[in-house]
């Protein structure tokens, strides 16, 4: 399939959004706090990579593209590089990004563009992924002291990467405004139910609003992506 | 359920009715009458099961977040998942003979209960996940495919599942070797590394020899297990020498070699001092796995007591919404 240019930033942006929180759900393996949640973590960083490799290869090559371009040309929304901190940051990153992804890629699907094929697939695993959130939002928000204070910390710690998820992406043909409106509505609900403050405050992100998707990144996507391609660097033109 | 056990009076009965369903090669179920010998044995075994698969979860997932491609990438997430998942079935299997997966976590994690010697070895290289794969899922398989016949019920069809997927996971494992040994020499000579390194501690996974393995004889007689440690590490070794021919690898054996009267292959001793030290927590990674494991548990603790509470007041809720 040969895909003009604006459709192939497009599927940059949405495909480095899948590698890079795939990698990051990577990190907890190991390490969750129950062994149901390694098996519900792995499962949704394969979903996400599973995604990352049809968007990647609509560009080029999955492994060239991942391995071998630097942070400059990472596409990816910042929230998703953001570390994982406690279980309590890493389900508030879920739950901005699995409620943007499941909104979108449902529009998406309904649409007739490039991306309609994809989108009809995920937004079945997106689904669970948001359900997965949303639960863990509720217990945590609404559980202990100590689980509760941790959650409304995560989520006021995110807030302000959550406005560049409406920036405008140059092929992607989706009505930001409404995404955004239909996203704060959903976000908002979740957040009471949990007992949870909406949080306050800017969503412009570390330097402005829309930074990752033109190639600005925070500081601890680099230190990531050398780990994420050492090996690969290291052995250039070997095939695994 | 067809007629259903017998209605026995004296605890003889119970015993010959047990003996009686072993010796018929029938399956013990959890609401059975057991000795508590045997009740004991399957709660070690298969608790120790458990935690291999739990902490060797750490030596692969080591790489997920450096495997060199996206399709290794997805594979080792996938086996990793699996592995959990099969922590979960033998944890409730072993929950079936009244042990709680609670307490079971804290022997682990306090040293009373042990896991498969082999996790304290490490991974500092990528061919390491592909031989782990070949070895370490081999041997897992031989010792495993007779378990599925094991006498207790819960535990058998429990390996009936994950021994599926464990042959899946060894013949990924023994791909990504022979991707690698077709490629260039530093992933050859990465691949025969990993190899010399692994081999000894692969045929130590079956425990130490016949005439000293305290547990072996009950374990046969009660038919939890079906064949000694001897019988299947030298199946394990029959099993890989061709394979290892056929990789284009060399076993670090000089003793190794095809004995035509016997039929199967004569091998060196493993270095069983070594075993006792790992297995009494002085291998390379001991220290670091259970440590690993022991934080993980503890940093989850708030999480498992939110869950906890969440589900109270959900449950308080539901009775208060039917009070009204």
């Not at chain 1, 509505?185 to 969503?203: C, I, K, Q």
């Not at chain 2, 007629?3 to 009965?13: I, Q, S, T, W």
């Not at chain 2, 022979?178 to 045929?203: H, K």
């Amino acid at each position: 399939m040969t895909l003009d240019a604006t459709t192939r930033t497009a599927a940059l942006a949405l495909g480095d959004d899948a590698l890079v929180l795939s990698h990051r759900l990577g990190e907890w393996a190991g390490h969750a706090p129950v062994l149901e949640e390694e098996v519900a973590l792995a499962n949704i960083a394969l979903d996400l990579l599973g995604q990352a490799r049809v968007l990647l290869s609509m560009v080029g090559d999955e492994d060239e593209l991942a391995y071998l371009r630097e942070e400059r040309a990472f596409r990816n929304l910042q929230l998703v590089e953001q570390p994982n901190g406690d279980f309590a940051h890493t389900i508030a990153r879920q739950l901005y990004f699995s409620t943007y992804q499941h909104l979108l890629y449902a529009e998406l699907a309904a649409a007739e563009g490039p991306f309609a094929p994809l989108a009809a697939k995920a937004v079945k695993e997106v689904a669970y992924h948001r359900d997965h959130a949303e639960q863990w939002t509720l217990r945590l928000g609404d559980g202990t002291d100590e689980s509760r204070e941790r959650m409304r910390r995560a989520c006021g710690a995110l807030w302000r990467f959550t406005g560049e998820m409406f920036q405008p992406v140059a092929g992607l043909d989706v009505d930001g405004t409404a995404l955004e409106a239909a996203w704060l509505a959903s976000v908002t609900a979740v957040l009471d139910r949990a007992t949870l403050p909406v949080p306050e405050g800017p969503r412009t992100g570390a330097w402005a609003a829309g930074a990752g998707r033109q190639g600005l990144h925070t500081e601890s996507f680099g230190r990531m992506l050398a780990e994420m391609q050492h090996l690969h660097r290291s052995h250039p033109g070997a095939s695994w | 359920m067809n007629d259903g056990p017998p209605v026995l009076a004296a605890p003889e009965e119970y015993e010959e009715y047990f003996e009686a369903t072993i010796a018929r090669d029938q399956r013990i179920e959890p609401r059975d009458w057991m000795p508590d010998g045997y009740r004991r044995t399957l709660i070690r075994q298969i608790a120790q099961h458990a935690h291999s698969e739990i902490i060797g979860m750490q030596p692969e997932g080591e790489w997920i977040t450096r495997a060199p491609s996206l399709r290794r990438k997805a594979i080792l997430f996938a086996k990793v998942q699996d592995e959990a998942g099969h922590g979960l079935y033998l944890y409730s299997a072993a929950e079936t003979l009244g042990a709680d997966r609670a307490d079971l976590t804290e022997r682990l994690i306090e040293g009373r209960q042990k896991y498969s010697s082999i996790f304290n070895y490490p991974t500092p290289t990528f061919a390491d996940v592909g031989v782990i794969g070949w070895f370490v899922d081999g041997a897992a398989i031989c010792n495993q495919v007779p378990l599925c016949r094991s006498s207790y019920g819960p535990y058998a069809r429990a390996m009936v599942r994950i021994c599926k997927e464990e042959s899946f996971h060894q013949r990924q494992g023994y791909e990504l070797l022979r991707t690698m040994m077709s490629g260039t020499d530093a992933q050859r000579q990465m691949v025969q590394d990993s190899v010399n390194r692994w081999w000894w501690p692969s045929l130590m996974m079956f425990g130490p020899p016949d005439e000293n393995s305290p547990n072996s004889a009950a374990s046969m007689a009660w038919k939890i297990k079906r064949h000694s440690n001897d019988e299947l590490r030298q199946r394990f070794v029959d099993m890989t020498v061709p394979q290892a021919e056929k990789l284009g690898v060399t076993l670090p054996d000089p003793d190794l070699r095809w004995n035509e009267e016997r039929g199967r292959h004569d091998f060196g001793t493993p270095d069983w001092d070594e075993l006792m030290r790992v297995i009494k927590g002085d291998g390379p990674c001991n220290a670091q796995r259970v440590e690993r494991r022991r934080t993980a548990h503890e940093e989850g603790a708030w999480v498992r007591e939110a869950a906890a509470a969440h589900a109270a007041k959900q449950t308080a809720r539901a009775q208060q919404g039917a009070a009204v």
